[in-house]
């Protein structure tokens, strides 16, 4: 199956700064990956998505990033801001139904006022 | 995300016993899955349906069992409960008319002793 690495666990930021989380996955089929913010006791809600067919997409303050041939993609969060702070997943899925997605371990993403 | 209903949010359980997690959905999602959620361990799949009579084994299935006679419900039953099972579980469902996204339900919190 596939597997999902994340990186960092745990990242601190200013408030204001960039924040930057990365995955990698194994199964080059794999061409749905989205990113899930959970806050603390709360469910996971997708933030944003991306297709295999796009390498980069847009939504305010948050990107993803996707490069297919080295096959891992990005979360970039400008100008963030305390209510950032969460534990973000990414996640990967191949076909075109739902199935199988695999998710990565997480970060915990605090951002300092 | 009030279409997705998991009963109960808390249980405790001792070793040994047996209890049905319930989810249910009216969003007519025909994808409907269970993840447990682990410190450290992100998101893994138990088992998954894409459909009323259909089932899947998802990363982590043992100790486990589910069946789908309906559209609306997905429960998860544990057979015999060990402390291992301990964690947060999510039930989560689907369509591939809105993209492939997936909506969490609120969790359950199932500690075994």
Request: with cysteine.
């Amino acid at each position: 199956g596939e597997n999902v690495e994340q990186h960092p666990s745990t990242l601190s930021v200013q408030e204001g700064d960039s924040a930057v989380i990365k995955c990698t996955y194994s199964d080059s089929a794999s061409n749905y990956f989205p990113w899930y913010k959970q806050e603390l006791g709360k469910r996971p809600q997708l933030i944003i998505d991306i297709r295999s067919n796009v390498g980069e997409k847009k939504d305010q303050r948050i990107a993803v990033t996707l490069n297919k041939t080295a096959k891992h993609f990005s979360l970039h969060i400008t100008e963030t801001q305390p209510e950032d702070s969460a534990v973000y997943f990414c996640a990967a899925k191949r076909g075109s139904t739902l199935g199988r997605l695999y998710f990565g371990r997480g970060t915990q993403l605090t951002v300092w006022p | 995300n009030a279409g997705v209903t998991q009963t109960p949010k808390f249980q405790v359980l001792k070793t040994g016993q047996s209890m049905t997690l319930q989810c249910a959905q009216d969003m007519n999602h025909e994808y409907m899955s269970w993840y447990r959620q682990d410190p450290g361990m992100g998101l893994r799949l138990i088992h998954y349906s894409v459909g009323a009579g259909i089932t899947d084994q998802g990363e982590v299935p043992n100790g486990y069992n589910v069946s789908r006679s309906t559209t609306e419900d997905f429960p998860l039953r544990l057979l015999s409960a060990a402390p291992s099972q301990t964690s947060v579980y999510f039930c989560a469902t689907g369509t591939v008319s809105s993209g492939n996204t997936i909506y969490f339900g609120e969790g359950s919190w199932l500690t075994v002793v």
